[in-house]
């Protein structure tokens, strides 16, 4: 996967959202150590989309990290006229699968908390998700995230096969 050049995007315009704050006890000799982990995902809301985990000793410092770590893996997301996927997907990470399913428009988006997260910060207006298997919250949007990751434009699919989008949709 090709990292995306973050000097053509308007980064002070970036939406995030955290989705999960998990706050961690390690048992040591001395006593308890606590520490936060955050799950956040970065958007603009017209195709860029990155998802990033935190962790710090303080919830601040965690989400910083966690954005800091999405802008890093942003990809973008092609989305078709009416702001859906041009087709319908499969995600697959961990014990968790998405499926991403393409809606008419005036749909909205039709979805559970974190993968809702995640078609809204990617600029997805109409779209019905289901996560199935494990409900852990890092694996559906990782999930869905790499099932955004494969969606194909009828032009890539018309060179792939070396015909024209005429042909394939005709």
């Known amino acids: ?3 995306i050049d973050l000097s053509g995007l308007d980064v ?3 939406q995030d ?3 999960k704050v998990k706050r961690v006890v390690k048992v040591v000799k001395g006593g308890r150590t606590s520490s936060i982990s955050t799950l956040v995902i970065v958007g603009d809301g017209n195709g860029y989309v990155g998802v990033g ?3 710090a000793a303080e919830r601040a410092e965690a989400e910083k990290k966690g954005r800091e770590d999405a802008k890093k893996n942003m990809i973008y ?3 078709n006229d009416n702001n859906s996927v041009y087709h319908q997907i499969t995600g697959h990470f961990g014990g ?3 499926l991403i399913k393409p809606a008419p428009e005036g749909t909205g988006v039709i979805a559970g908390g974190a993968v809702r997260a995640v078609m809204e910060l990617a600029g997805i207006k109409n779209v019905i998700t289901k996560a199935i298997g494990s409900s852990n ?3 559906v949007v990782n999930a869905a995230f790499n099932g955004l990751k494969e969606i194909k434009t009828p032009q890539k699919v018309a060179r792939l096969r070396g015909k024209s989008v005429e042909e394939i949709l005709g």
């Open 1 to 3: 996967m090709r990292r």
């Open 12 to 14: 002070q315009n970036l």
């Open 17 to 19: 959202r955290t989705v």
């Open 53 to 55: 985990l935190g962790k």
């Open 77 to 79: 997301v092609e989305r």
């Open 96 to 98: 968790s699968n998405v």
């Open 137 to 139: 919250h890092r694996n």
